[in-house]
């Protein structure tokens, strides 16, 4: 009688991801467009998992990383063995959003987050995805519309460094922003270039 031959964590994870198909299930009327969600993934992964003797888990932190709340969402992979493999995504809270409560906020971050830790762990591309706000305020209406760069670590640097304190605030003020953040790349090197030469 032939042996089975045991695979490792890393076997079995690749004949997940190559039989994985998780179709878009979600449909946005609003951009006429389809996408998937976690739930979708999670769907399509749970009967290859149970096949292949894997437990996913998925958990959510809160961290704080600069001056901003981010869910960090974290998906694991299990074998009976105790192996594991995990992949983080990050999702940021959007400080209001109209309609939403703050634990809506919560969970949409969490959603997010959940869904680009799924697509990494098992290798599925999204980049065609519309389901983002991002993606439908940059391809409504015209195809001409401009992609803001913001201003680099560096530049945000430069400028705290320049102006200090007070000038900082009064430029947030003339640029209607909350943060150096907010600073068009364009702008942040106008602001350097004229502040070097003084």
Do not use: W
């Amino acid at each position: 009688m032939e042996e089975k031959k045991v695979l490792n964590i890393f076997e079995k994870l690749v004949n997940i991801q190559s039989e994985l198909k998780a179709p878009k299930g979600q449909y946005n009327s609003f951009g006429k467009y389809k996408y998937r969600s976690a739930e979708d993934i999670l769907e399509a992964v749970k009967p290859l998992c149970h096949t292949h003797g894997t437990v996913l888990t998925i958990s959510d932190e809160l961290v704080y990383l600069g001056d901003r709340y981010y869910i960090k969402a974290t998906t694991t992979l299990h074998d009976l063995n105790g192996n594991v493999i995990s992949n983080t995504a990050y999702a940021r809270e959007e400080e209001s959003k109209k309609g939403m409560d703050g634990s809506q906020i919560t969970g949409t971050a969490s959603s997010y987050a959940r869904k680009y830790a799924l697509n990494g762990l098992f290798a599925i591309d999204d980049t065609k995805d519309a389901d983002t706000d991002e993606h439908a305020n940059q391809t409504k209406g015209s195809n001409k519309k401009e992609v803001i760069e913001y201003a680099t670590d560096e530049q945000r640097e430069q400028i705290q460094e320049l102006l200090g304190f007070e000038r900082v605030t009064k430029m947030l003020e003339y640029y209607k922003i909350k943060t150096t953040k907010e600073l068009p790349y364009k702008e942040a090197q106008t602001i350097i270039d004229r502040e070097t030469k003084k």
